[in-house]
T-cell receptor, first 111, second 113 residues
Framework: GQQVMQIPQYQHVQEGEDFTTYCNSS?????IQWYKQRPGGHPVFLIQ?????EVKKQKRLTFQFGEAKKNSSLHITATQTTDVGTYFC???????????FGAGTTVTVRA | NAGVMQNPRHLVRRRGQEARLRCSPM?????VYWYRQLPEEGLKFMVY????????ESGMPKERFSAEFPKEGPSILRIQQVVRGDSAAYFC???????????FGQGTRLTVV
């Protein structure tokens, strides 16, 4: 079945530094979505990527969808304490309704 | 437009009892997903429903678990004869169309004692 994997599982970042989290799928995806979950909270939608090679930016966050539509990345610049949380990628195939989530990257920030 | 509403937020059940989790999707949304999340883990897909139909239940245990999304009223995730291993956060999400963003409810934290 479809598997979505994320690395790293944990990311400890010094405030002000940059980091990247990666998402890889075992199958080609029709789209990929990114969500953020704060501690004790629920996942909140960040963005959706649909096109091969697509890049989208939200302030300090840059999202990329791979050319083969099997991988994606989220890059955060100048990390702030508000970036703390777990970032999930989720993908679905064109012939499948299921949105499969990766295990997430949990980010902690050192002030 | 209220978001996805889940209740109860917290549910405590003794082993062997039944747990009923409710989810009202966003207005106009006909696609409902249920996910289970264990502490420090990701979201595990359980079931996808569209009004009155179960479309994909490949992530749901064959026994004790069932889900429905009636024509009127909320979607229900039902767990019969709960065991300690059922303790988790159960999240419901809804979307307006296939492959569009999913809006999550705040979840139901189930504790089995």
């Amino acid at each position: 079945g479809q598997q979505v994997m994320q690395i790293p599982q944990y990311q400890h970042v010094q405030e002000g530094e940059d980091f990247t989290t990666y998402c890889n799928s075992s199958t080609t995806l029709s789209n990929i979505q990114w969500y953020k979950q704060r501690p004790g909270g629920h996942p909140v939608f960040l963005i959706q990527l649909v096109k091969s090679g697509e890049v989208k930016k939200q302030k300090r966050l840059t999202f990329q969808f791979g050319e083969a539509k099997k991988n994606s990345s989220l890059h955060i610049t100048a990390t702030q304490t508000t970036d703390v949380g777990t970032y999930f990628c989720a993908g679905s195939r064109s012939n499948d309704y299921k949105l499969s989530f990766g295990a997430g990257t949990t980010v902690t920030v050192r002030a | 437009n209220a978001g996805v509403m889940q209740n109860p937020r917290h549910l405590v059940r003794r082993r062997g009892q039944e747990a009923r989790l409710r989810c009202s999707p966003m207005k106009g949304h006909s696609h409902v997903y249920w996910y289970r999340q264990l502490p420090e883990e990701g979201l595990k897909f359980m079931v996808y429903l569209q009004k009155e139909n179960i479309i994909d239940e490949s992530g749901m245990p064959k026994e004790r678990f069932s889900a429905e999304f009636p024509k009127e009223g909320p979607s229900i995730l039902r767990i019969q004869q709960v065991v300690r291993g059922d303790s988790a956060a159960y999240f419901c999400a809804s979307s307006g169309q296939k492959h569009t963003e999913a809006f999550f409810g705040q979840g139901t934290r189930l504790t089995v004692v």
